[in-house]
């Protein structure tokens, strides 16, 4: 149970946009549920496209929360130019999650990053390839995401990576809240948002600027976003974002 936030594209207020996303440690929405604390408090990560767009990269990851972490600033306004692409990510521990922090998103592997929001229970169900190795405390995300990147390796050579991802979440037959997420290569962003419960938290809205467009959980505030500028991503749907200029590809989360 988490917030997530994707930038795909350059713009110069990025910065601002991480720092203000930052903000829903503590203000984000929580699931409607009895004995929920408040905020996403559970720690954090960030992470970026390389130089030719070819890889994710780690840049940190931290317990506790963004907002009152000096670490997320440093590592926001450190990082040199603007990113082509960035994820970043607020835990909120689910009950039957660990708080570590090797069970911090983003989670990495090959050149390849994924956010999470949502419980997946036994997630250790979901079939992987024997050589992706768990770097977690038994993250359900990061089951996750072996899962995806198992079926993309996997793939036909006819299918594209779009629609295998598509169908890959429509046949998970494991039990589960919600499977919202964010994936990207370094050149392209696959953005999940598929849930079973509470439409009210598992909520992907995205804003389009010149040059970007940027992905969150719930709406941003920040004077940089015009609060009516914010659309709503419909459940059961795929986002793919590729391309200079960038291009958005939309399909069902459906069995092909």
């Given at each position: ?38 905020g996403h408090k559970d720690g954090w990560g960030i ?50 999650i660990p708080i570590t922090l090797s069970n911090t ?125 914010w659309k709503e991503l419909p459940n059961d749907r ?19």
């Amino acid at each position: 149970m988490c917030r997530l936030l994707g930038i795909y594209g350059q713009t110069d207020i990025w910065r601002d946009i991480a720092m203000a996303f930052s903000q829903q440690a503590k203000f984000g929405h929580i699931p409607p549920a009895e004995n929920q604390e408040p905020g996403h408090k559970d720690g954090w990560g960030i992470t970026i496209a390389n130089r030719n767009k070819t890889a994710m990269i780690p840049v940190v990851r931290q317990l506790g929360p963004a907002h009152e972490a000096s670490g997320y600033r440093e590592a926001v306004y450190a990082t040199p130019g603007n990113p082509d692409l960035l994820l970043c990510h607020l835990r909120k521990a689910s009950d039957i999650i660990p708080i570590t922090l090797s069970n911090t998103h983003p989670f990495h592997h090959n050149g390849w990053a994924l956010t999470h929001n949502g419980t997946i229970f036994e997630a250790e169900s979901l079939p992987r390839d024997p050589s992706l190795t768990l770097t977690s405390d038994g993250s359900d995300s990061e089951h996750f995401f072996h899962y995806l990147l198992t079926k993309i390796m996997s793939r036909p050579q006819d299918q594209t990576i779009a629609r295998t991802i598509a169908t890959a979440v429509a046949a998970i037959d494991a039990d589960y809240n919600a499977l919202n997420g964010m994936l990207s290569n370094g050149s392209e962003l696959y953005v999940i948002r598929r849930y079973r419960k509470w439409e009210a938290y598992y909520t992907m809205y995205y804003c389009t600027l010149p040059g970007c467009v940027i992905f969150c959980s719930q709406p941003i505030e920040s004077p940089h976003l015009k609060p009516n500028n914010w659309k709503e991503l419909p459940n059961d749907r795929l986002l793919r974002i590729y391309d200079t200029p960038l291009k958005i590809e939309q399909l069902p989360i459906a069995l092909s």
